[in-house]
């Protein structure tokens, strides 16, 4: 998978020196190109890993970015707004991610979504404690966790 | 805008002198380096401002092209405030190792070497 | 509208209120945490502030600044934590 | 390529304290190469002097970027001769630092330190850069903090609070200085100086720029009433550190006074009245402050205090003659005073105690010592013909011809005074019986030290005592010299024409 | 501090920031930046790293002291200003330049081992200085 | 075009920003204000970071520009969760609207003064 | 010349060396010293005589007009002839009266040092060579005075004699320079042709006050007289030598000296002749009530110092003659009665002349001395002493007006001068021996020899006073400034000079015999001592001793705080006045100044308001974030103002300040807030009235024109020929590298401090400092 990477960005820059443009678009352009050219030219399922991986990872920035806005515009809404109407509280969310990677990725985009924030780990590695300022269901607030960024971690880092 | 930033030197100054005449040894750091600070930007007001026009040569140039400000007090303050920060961590270190031996942070009440022997 | 005129008299003026607003909760308190939450938004949205001047003035280099403001802001957040916790209640 | 000879006092001196960085715990090799490189130093130091005297001022541009643009150096006489007295001074030290300091210190650093502390004396004595000057300041201050501080007892400790904050104060006032003068001329070249201040039209600027050097320098030279730090820390630390402090550190001060004051600021009758009263109440308070101290360290102190004041008075007075006073007795002042404190140290070592109500016996135990102590004590007071009376010609005789009656008062007292400390000190130490001194549990006294030590220790006092008796009685060679230093600096022309190359 | 997360990405931290250190080193001569401002940032590299994973560990990443970095820094930038007297009998600090342009570093002069003395100075005085410090608490 | 892009991402991102200066301002207690404002301004910064490198519209700027936006989605929620857990530890009162605290007791059996390591250095104390 | 003076420095420095084999026979030979030299100059006696000056020159200090001018004539020649020729019985005497003493090697070192000195001082025609000598020889009778130096009374008493001398000495050293000065030269031979100009010269009463002061303090004139008495704690052949016969009377040929130069003017007699006669008085009336032998000694000494002053005083031709004669006569009988003193102290272990009596059954030679010394000073015919008294009376009869009353202080004071040296020279040998004394015996020749040498010759030249008149007393009256037709004769007739004698002689015995010296009245007078000069210059020691303590207080109090007050309020007061007195107001020139524009004035803002915010935060951490929030402000400004390096600098470095502060806070102490109000206020307006004048300044600043030559040269160089575009970096690298060279060694010992200060633990052996 490193490999695949590796070939893709040589060959970008093959591309970009062949064009001589340094620009930013030229370069997007010609890791997208290089993309196709080795997708089109890999077989074996080993190798696919890579082709199935950066889709999902493009997958989990446009799911990240849509929970950003989304989230950002509920606290516009709480903000903005005269009255509070949070139910904040804090959560244990038991992990099935293993990694300590997996985990600081995990908290990190619960972190960077506002309204929640990731206050600590426990010592087993086994419960994410998120602070929530909304929650009015402690199941359904860790389903929302579990099926959202953890899923998508655990998809894309396995 | 040179008026506001001159108020602003002497304010540094004069917060400066004042919290080293505060009798703590906390104080008197910060006291320290609010006088730093004002020292470093006296030099950087008297040298002239200038906005947005960075003493860096553009692009392809070899020499300015366009207005800019004065590289030397820059330079300066840089060496300034790397000394100042020098001394700063000495200075913090000192106090922190004299108030553990001396077990006070009342500088009035450190007086002993001026004491007759 | 120009660009230039559009982000002098509006959007560097919106950063400066939110400046504003941070900087009471940097004043008000009450607690130590919230005045270091307070400074860190002040460094965030000074990255803003210089991204926004530095398309005024037209100088890129600025954007050097930002980088090292996200690198080295968040090491002082750090340390804070680090004595928040730390520290035994001698302060209040 | 004789103008490369202006910087190699301070490529030895740096050298030296990198090398030594090196060594880090290895004291023995610490203390070879710090002798070594002292004397080497010593060796360039001549080589420059002697190329000095005969060839006239030199001058390099680091950079080769021509002046005012890069960094100057500089070595007129007074500066050759400054780095000369630094390089004496630091050989003598550097060998009693070697017998003196206890291991424990050296393994921290002591030595790289103090070849620091050296090659920022003689930066500061050489640079013809305002900005630059600030910078072996700083690094003078800083080196000074750490040998101040190091061992951290708590006599130190307190001491270094006080040190440390009127220290960054008058380097702050210093900085002050130099963004007004920057702002006033735009340039830093002290060469370059001296015409761009004397064309500025707005004199008040110009004479409030001039007191603000003479604050900032004032607290580093310890004038009245700017020296309270000294007091506080110059009997705290050990007794080779004192000597170096108490030889050169105020003098820097002094030199750098000397300098602004004759080559870009002119002194108006303002600040030649400010300068004289300072100089008057520098003397008395150093006078006063000594006679009611018992600690031997203190004394000397106070009389490093009151003799700045006698350089002052000269460089107040404003006239090539009163110049000519001032470098002499800072000439002196630098040998003796720092001899001064190795001696207190001797004293120290064989009697594990610094109070003189307490000591006594020195002349009975010890009557070759005590006859080389004499030396430096009587040349401090100026016992003609010794060295510490010839300035004072100079000084009252231009009293005279310029009717500072008051600044002769001053001189006349503080030479009273300072005969009377040191014969009561003479009195206490050497010829009283003393008190029986408690033994101090593994204290190292001198006795129970090596040869080697001993002679580390005493070489360097006979060597400076040596020096002082050429001073008093080769007083006039030394005259020419500093006849020659005040003519130079009066007349500052060949300066600004080797710096500007013109 | 206990916690993973910061361990965690302090250890992503670590090789980005130095490699980002001497990017903002040798840029420095065209850009901001600078053997200053890259040793300080290579040292807060090292001091999150500490902060998180605690001082015995960035020791053993360091392996030597870095105190050892201020002489080898020193030794850097003197020579590089003192190699005119050596080499051309020109004054010292006066620029000796490789005559020809290099990628990412441009020309390649006695400046530049001056600011990578600068550099190693700094991370090494910041480096003593706060691990003997935080080891003192 | 162009400068209408700008505009916009620009406006955008200055919104956020004001939010969370409001929000900073208005919430009750210190987790809420941490959890509307620190990283609304991320979002908002990041537009107008990108709203910067679309005007020079060069690749030395980009990467710098996508350097620090990288840089501050990497320590900004590690800051967060610094402050908050640091937070927590002291003690810094829950809003009393909260409902419900899975680490109530977490930190505070051991006392007010949770134990924490005196040290940096808490990996060389064990032993 | 210069060999002879530098002989008496030459044996004292070999004596540093040889000083362990220097015992018993060597001692004696050392005498071979002085004697030497007194056969030298008497070998010019006949060259002096005929007027001529013999000269010697080498240069030393040109540029300071300071050279070894030598000049010996007749004032040159009687001193000389008493310095050695006095020294060669003293060096003799003590070989046996310090014999086997452990320091007799100091000893000799200082009186050989002392000879050279004062050899130096009376044959120095340089001006300032002469102060030189004059202060070795202050210094000499220091350590002379001290010797004895394990004994408190001695040392403080060596101490006071310094004190009084070394003061007098600063004084001659003013008064030569200021002479020097108006004369244009250091010559004394020339400024006696140029006396005309200096005595009108405005300087002139000031040159006189100082050298007197010089003259009265060395040759104990009232009041400053009270060091003498102290300095007899020296070792007789010490009060012999220097307290007596020469040391003393610098102060007298210093006038002489400067007669011709000086004198003939109403100040320089007036008050000489008050001075002198209230000295003499004073002190002679004094001699009455002292019991100590040296003590009766030493006052009546200082009565005829006061003697000679007031002749000097007086001026003519009979007072200078007389002034000579006196000298001669003085030194002979003095050191006579000096050295039996001294033989009496050593054989019977005391000094107490109510208790020694009868000594001539078992020392008859010294009773002999004593007995003829007595005689000489209370001025009997025939010996010297009668025609030294003839003299004096001879001369203030010649006064005019005064002379009655002049005539009548010289009885007084002649009368108890003999009543003085009838005490200590007749006294001890008469009446019964007790028997405490009898194992006293005469000690060996070397000791009452000279005793008796003296003595004789004071016989002699009284029978002949032609062996002095022609060689010696005219040779000085004409250096003196006088073309004397004066001759010395014993036998003047029957006139009221010899009347006044027999009156002298017979009220003299009549006291000797109906006033015994007892201890009662020296009690008595004792009460009057805190009235005494002596008490009074102590009293004033301890007021400003007490003063000293006060001043140096006040300042070095300890206290930070007020040193750093200080220091500011001196800045703000001199700098104040500088910027406001010159002009009517501070221009500031508005009109240069750049437009303020919102988002500057908002960072201002924020970073004043961060600034209260630091001074008012309780809290050490509230602080130090609000000095984060400073920094950052700061940063930004740097940013508005073009200075990207600037703000990547502050800002890197504002944070790792920060985790600093952090790191140490917590072993830091509580955030103290101490001061009360009224601290605070003061504080406040001293620290605003420094801020405003910074202000005010850089605003003035501000309004000059600019000069960018230097960072124009950067800016156009920076890349042409430094290869760089970032012309800060290039100025901190390549411009202004030193600077940054010595930045980093600053960054490195403050490294190594910081590492010190933590990591060196002193062992708890270590912990006292012990180097
Ligand atoms: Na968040
Ligand atoms: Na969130």
């Given at each position: 998978m ?9 060959l970008t ?6 064009t001589?443009?340094f620009?930013i ?5 010609g890791f ?10 890999t ?7 890579y082709?199935?991986?950066?889709p999902?990872l493009?997958?989990?920035?446009f799911y990240f970015?849509?929970q ?5 515009v509920?606290?516009?809404?709480e903000?903005g ?9 804090i959560?244990?969310?038991p992990?099935d991610?293993?990694?300590d990677?997996?985990?600081?990725l995990?908290a990190n ?11 600590d780990v426990s ?10 300022m ?17 899923k ?5 880092s396995? | 805008?040179e008026v506001?930033?001159?108020?602003m ?7 400066g ?8 040894l906390?104080?008197l ?6 006088l730093?600070n004002?020292?470093?930007l006296?030099i ?24 800019y ?11 300034a405030?790397?000394i100042?920060?020098?001394l700063q ?16 942070d009342?500088l ?10 | ?6 982000l ?17 909760r940097?004043f008000?308190?009450?607690?130590i945490?919230?005045r270091?939450?307070?400074v ?7 990255i ?13 280099t600025f954007l050097?600044i930002?980088?090292?403001?996200a ?6 957040t750090?340390?804070?934590s ?11 | ?9 301070l490529?030895t ?12 715990s ?8 710090s ?13 420059l002097f ?10 390099i ?5 021509e002046?005012?643009f890069g ?27 070697a017998g003196?300091?206890i291991p ?6 002591f ?11 003689n930066g500061?004595?050489?640079?013809g ?29 307190e001491g ?5 904050t009127?220290?960054i104060l ?6 002050t ?5 920057y ?11 001296a ?5 500025v039209?707005n004199?008040t ?5 001039a007191?603000?050097?003479l ?6 030279s ?7 730090w ?5 009997h ?7 000597a ?15 300098r602004v ?5 002119e ?6 009245n ?9 003397l ?8 009611v ?6 004394i ?8 700045i004041?006698y350089?002052i008075?000269?460089?107040?007075m404003?006239?090539?003659m009163a110049?000519?006073?001032?470098i002499f ?12 404190f190795?001696m207190s140290?001797v ?12 000591l006594g ?7 070759k ?9 009587f ?7 010794l060295?510490?009376?010839?300035p004072?010609?100079s000084?009252?005789?231009e009293?005279?011809n310029?009717?500072n ?7 006349i ?29 593994n204290?190292?006294?001198?006795n129970k ?30 005259q ?23 | 501090m206990k ?5 965690t990405a ?5 090789p ?5 250190s ?7 001569h ?21 902060f998180a994973?605690?001082?015995g ?7 030597f002291?870095?105190?050892f ?9 003197f ?5 005119p ?8 600090m ?9 990628p990412i ?14 550099y ?14 935080s080891?003192?608490? | 075009?162009?400068?209408t ?9 200055t919104v ?11 919430m009750?207690?210190?987790?809420l ?18 709203a ?9 700027t ?15 929620p ?11 530890i ?8 909260t ?18 390591p005196?040290n ?8 | ?11 004292s420095?070999f004596?540093?060396?040889a ?6 026979k060597?001692?004696?030979l050392?005498?071979?010293v ?11 006696i006949?060259?002096?005589?005929s007027?001529e ?25 009687l001193?000389s002839l008493l ?9 003799a ?9 452990d ?6 070192g200082?009186?050989?040092?002392f ?12 001006l ?7 202060e ?10 001290g010797?004895?130096n394990?004994?408190e009374?001695?040392?403080k008493s ?13 004084l001659?050293l ?10 244009g030269?250091?010559?004394?031979s ?25 003259a ?10 009270f ?29 002489l ?7 003939g ?9 008050t ?12 001699t009455?009530f ?7 000694l030493a006052?009546?000494?200082i009565?005829?110092l ?11 031709e ?6 000579a ?8 009988y ?7 003193t001294?033989?009496?102290?050593h ?8 208790r ?12 002999i001395a ?15 002493g ?13 006064m005019?007006t ?26 001890p040998?008469?009446?019964t021996?007790?028997?405490?004394f009898?194992?006293?015996h ?9 005793p008796v040498v ?14 002095i ?7 000085v ?5 006088i ?5 010395l004769?014993?036998?003047h ?10 009156l ?11 006033i015994k ?7 008595g ?10 008490s ?7 007021a ?11 300042f ?7 040193y750093?007050?200080?220091?500011i ?18 221009p ?36 130090v974030v ?7 402000a700061i ?8 200075a ?6 502050q ?7 920060v ?6 806070l ?6 103290l807030?101490i ?5 605070k206020?003061i504080?406040?307006v ?6 405003i004048?910074?202000?005010l300044?850089?605003?003035e ?18 890349y042409?020929m430094?290869k760089?575009?970032?012309v ?9 590298g030193v ?22 633990r ?7 400092l012990?180097?």
């Open positions: 490193k490999n695949r990477f590796l070939a893709n960005l040589l820059f093959i591309w970009v020196a062949l001589g443009s620009t678009a030229n370069i997007l352009f997208i190109l290089s993309y196709f050219v080795l997708f089109i030219i077989r074996g399922s080993g190798r696919a890993r082709f199935k991986l950066v999902k493009i997958g989990f920035f970015l849509y950003l806005v989304k989230a950002n509920q606290v516009a809404w903000v707004t005269p009255k509070l109407h949070m139910t904040p509280g959560v244990g969310v992990l991610v293993e990694s990677a997996q985990i600081t995990l985009m619960i972190t960077l979504t506002p309204g929640t924030l990731s206050l010592e087993d590695k086994k419960v994410l404690y998120v602070y929530s909304y929650i009015t269901n402690r199941e359904e607030f860790i389903r929302d966790i579990k099926d959202g960024f953890e998508r971690i655990l998809e894309i396995s | 805008m506001l930033l001159a108020i030197v002497g304010t540094l100054y004069a917060s002198i004042y919290m080293i005449l505060r009798r703590s906390v104080k750091i910060i006291g320290i380096i609010l730093g004002g020292a470093n006296l950087f007001l008297l040298g002239r401002i200038a906005k947005g026009s960075p003493p860096i040569i553009p692009g392809d140039s070899k020499v300015f092209l366009e207005a400000s004065d590289p030397l007090p820059q330079a300066l303050i840089l060496t405030i790397v100042s920060f020098g961590s000495f200075a913090i270190v000192l106090v922190k190792r004299a108030h553990k031996v001396l077990k006070t009342d009035d009440e450190m007086n002993a070497t001026d004491e007759y022997s | 509208m120009t660009l230039d005129n559009y002098y008299y509006i959007i560097l003026p919106a950063l400066s209120i939110a400046i504003l607003l941070v900087f009471f940097f008000k308190g009450p607690s945490s919230d270091v939450v307070a860190d938004l002040l460094v965030t949205i000074g803003g502030v210089i991204a926004v001047y530095s398309i005024l003035s037209h100088q890129p050097d930002a980088l090292i403001l690198l080295i802001g968040f090491l002082a750090v340390a804070y680090f004595y928040i916790q730390k520290r035994k209640d001698r302060d209040k | 390529m004789t103008e490369q000879l202006v910087i190699y006092p490529i001196q740096m050298l030296l304290a990198i090398v030594l960085m090196f060594f880090w290895r004291i023995q090799w610490q203390r070879v190469v002798i070594l490189g002292s004397l080497i130093n010593l060796g360039v130091a001549v080589w002697v190329t000095v005297w005969q060839g006239g001022t030199l001058s541009q680091a950079g080769n970027w002046a005012p960094i100057t150096f500089v070595a007129d006489t007074f500066s050759a001769t400054l780095v000369l007295l630094t390089s004496i001074a630091g050989v003598a030290v550097s060998s009693f630092s003196s300091v424990a210190r050296l393994k921290f650093g030595f790289p330190i103090f070849h620091f502390l050296l090659l920022g004396l500061a004595f050489l640079t850069d305002i900005f630059n000057l600030y910078v072996w300041f700083e690094i003078i201050i800083i080196t000074s903090f750490v040998l101040l501080t190091i061992g951290g007892e708590k006599a130190q400790l270094a609070v006080k040190y440390f009127l220290n008058a380097s702050i006032v210093f900085l200085a130099i963004a007004v003068l702002g006033l001329t735009g340039s830093l070249n002290m060469a370059d100086l015409s761009k201040v004397a064309a039209e004199r600027l110009v004479q409030v720029n007191l603000l050097f604050v900032g320098f004032g607290i580093k310890a004038l009245f009433p700017l020296y309270f000294l007091p506080a820390s110059y705290t630390p050990p007794s080779a550190v004192s170096i402090f108490g030889g050169l550190l105020t003098k820097v001060g002094v030199y750098a006074l000397i004051f004759t080559l870009i600021f002194v108006d009758p303002f600040l030649e400010v300068l004289l009263a300072v100089a008057v109440l520098t008395f308070s150093g006078a006063v402050g000594a006679i101290q018992n600690n031997i360290r203190k000397f102190s106070y009389l490093v205090i009151c003799h004041g350089m008075a000269g460089l107040g404003m006239t090539e110049i000519t006073g001032a007795y800072l000439i002196h002042d630098i040998m003796v005073k720092t001899n001064l190795m140290g004293i120290y070592k064989i009697k594990a105690n610094h109070n003189i109500r307490k016996d020195f002349y009975a135990d010890h009557p010592l005590s006859l080389l102590f004499a030396i430096p004590l040349s401090l007071v100026g016992i003609p013909p060295s510490g009376f010839w004072k010609l000084l009252i005789s009293g005279w310029t009717d009656f008051i600044v002769i008062a001053a001189i007292f503080a030479s009273f005074i300072t005969l009377f400390v040191i014969v009561k000190l003479w009195g206490e130490v050497f010829w009283k019986t003393g008190e029986k001194l408690p033994e101090v549990r204290f190292p006294y001198f030290l090596t040869g080697i030590k001993k002679a580390q220790m005493l070489a360097p006092i006979i060597f400076l005592s040596v020096v002082s008796l050429y001073l008093g009685f080769g007083a006039g060679n030394i020419n010299l500093a006849e020659r230093i005040a003519f130079e600096l009066m007349d500052n022309q060949e300066y600004i024409n080797t710096v500007l190359s013109k | 916690t993973i997360i910061l361990r302090s250890n992503y931290m670590l980005l920031l130095l490699v980002f001497v990017f903002i080193l040798l840029r420095g065209y850009l901001p930046g600078g053997g200053f401002v890259g040793g300080l940032i290579a040292s807060i590299a090292f001091v999150l790293h500490a994973n605690g001082l560990d960035t020791r053993q990443l360091i392996r002291h870095p105190g970095l201020m002489p080898a820094g020193l030794t850097v930038s020579l590089s200003g003192i190699s007297i050596i080499f051309a009998g020109k004054p010292l006066t620029g000796l330049w490789y005559p020809h342009h290099l570093v441009g020309n390649l002069g006695s400046a530049l081992f001056f600011d990578i003395g600068v190693l100075v700094v991370l090494g005085v910041t480096l003593t200085i706060i691990f003997t410090i080891e003192s608490v | 075009m162009t400068d892009i700008i505009g916009i991402i620009a406006t955008l991102g956020f920003v004001l939010l969370a200066g409001v929000g900073i301002l208005r009750p207690d210190t987790y204000r941490m959890a509307v404002t620190t990283k609304a301004a991320t979002l908002g910064i990041g537009l107008i970071l990108v910067a490198a679309i005007y020079f519209n060069d690749l030395s980009t990467t710098r520009v996508l350097a620090v936006i990288i840089f501050i989605l990497l320590t900004a590690v800051g967060a969760h610094l402050i908050g857990k640091a937070s927590y002291k003690g810094n009162k829950l809003w009393e609207k409902i419900m605290d899975d680490l109530d007791g977490k930190y505070r059996k051991t006392g007010k003064n949770i134990s924490l005196r940096m250095d808490h990996d060389k104390e064990k032993h | 010349m210069l060999s002879a003076i530098l002989l008496g420095f030459i044996f420095i004596l540093v060396f000083g362990k084999y220097f015992k018993g060597l001692a004696v050392s005498s071979l002085p004697l030497v030299l007194f056969l030298y100059f008497l070998s010019f006949p060259q002096v005589a007027g000056v013999i000269r010697a020159n080498y240069q030393w200090v040109p540029s300071l007009g300071l050279n070894l001018d030598f000049a010996l004539d007749g004032l040159s020649l001193f310095i050695t020729g006095i020294g060669f019985l003293v060096f005497y003590t070989a046996a009266y310090l014999k086997g003493h320091y007799l090697d100091r000893f000799y200082y009186l050989g040092m000879m050279g000195a004062m050899l130096g001082l009376v044959l120095s025609d340089n300032l060579s002469m102060f030189i000598f004059w070795l020889t202050s210094i000499s009778s220091f350590f002379l005075i010797f004895n394990t004994s009374a001695s040392r060596a101490v006071l004699a310094l004190a009084i001398t070394g003061s007098g000495g600063f001659l003013a008064g030569s320079l200021l002479l020097g000065g108006v004369a030269t250091y010559s004394i020339e400024m006696v042709g140029l006396s005309d100009s200096i005595v009108q010269s405005e300087s002139y009463l000031w040159i006189v006050l100082l050298i007197f002061g010089a009265f303090t060395k040759s104990a004139q009232f009041p400053f007289h060091w003498l008495p102290g300095a007899m704690k020296a070792p007789t052949p010490v009060s012999t030598y220097l307290h007596s016969a020469t040391m003393v009377k610098a102060g007298i040929y210093l006038l000296r400067f007669t011709p130069v000086l004198g003017e109403d100040i320089w007699n007036t008050t000489l002749i001075v002198g006669g209230i000295t003499m008085f004073y002190a002679a009336v004094h009455l002292r019991t100590d032998l040296k003590g009766v006052y009546s000494t009565a005829v006061g003697l000679l002053v007031f002749l000097i005083g007086l001026g003519t009979y007072a200078l003659t007389a002034a004669v006196y000298i001669i006569v003085h030194a002979l003095k050191a006579t009665l000096f050295l039996v001294g033989i009496i102290d054989e019977t272990g005391m000094r107490d002349i109510t020694i009596a009868g000594l001539r059954k078992v020392m008859f030679p010294v009773a004593g007995f003829l010394a007595a005689l000489s000073s209370a001025g009997m015919p025939p010996f010297v009668f025609i030294g008294k003839d003299l004096v009376y001879e001369s203030t009869l010649h005019g005064w002379s009655i009353v002049l005539t009548v202080l010289a009885i007084a004071t002649n009368i108890l001068v003999l009543y003085a040296g009838f005490v200590a020279g007749i006294k040998f008469t009446g021996l007790p028997e405490s009898s194992k006293v005469l000690p060996g020749f070397l000791m009452w020899l000279p003296l003595a004789v010759l004071g016989l002699v030249v009284g029978l002949f006073p032609g062996i008149d022609g060689p010696l007393i005219q040779p009256v004409s250096a003196v400034g073309d004397s037709e004066l001759h004769k014993l036998w007739g029957f006139n009221t000079v010899l009347g006044l004698s027999a002298t002689l017979a009220v003299g015995f009549a006291m000797y015999f109906l010296p007892s201890k009662s009245k020296e009690r007078v004792a009460r009057f001592d805190f009235i005494s000069p002596l009074l210059i102590t009293s004033f020691g301890s400003f001793r007490t003063f000293s303590n006060w001043w140096t207080r006040i070095q109090n300890g206290f930070l705080r007020n750093v007050s200080t220091i309020l001196f800045l703000v007061v001199l700098v104040g006045y500088s910027l406001f007195s010159d002009h009517d107001g501070i500031i020139d508005f009109s240069s100044f750049s437009r303020m524009t919102y988002y500057e004035m908002i960072i201002m803002g924020i970073m004043f308001l961060a600034i209260f915010f630091v001074i008012g935060a309780r809290s050490r951490l509230t602080a609000a000095m984060g929030v400073v920094g950052y940063c930004l400004m740097f940013v508005i103002y073009s990207p390096d600037l703000a990547m600098t800002f890197s470095i504002d944070t790792l300040t985790i600093l502060f952090v790191l140490v917590s072993s830091l102490p509580k955030y807030s001061s009360d109000y009224k601290m206020a504080d406040g001293l620290s605003v009235a420094f801020g004048l910074i202000t300044i850089a605003l600043v501000l309004g000059e024109p600019v000069n960018k030559e230097v960072s124009n040269f950067y800016a156009d160089n920076a042409v430094a760089g575009k970032n800060v970096n290039v100025i901190l690298v390549d411009f202004r600077d940054t060279l010595m930045e980093i060694s600053v960054l490195t010992i403050a490294a190594i401090g910081v590492f010190s200060l933590l990591k060196l002193l062992r708890r052996d270590d912990r006292e012990k180097d």
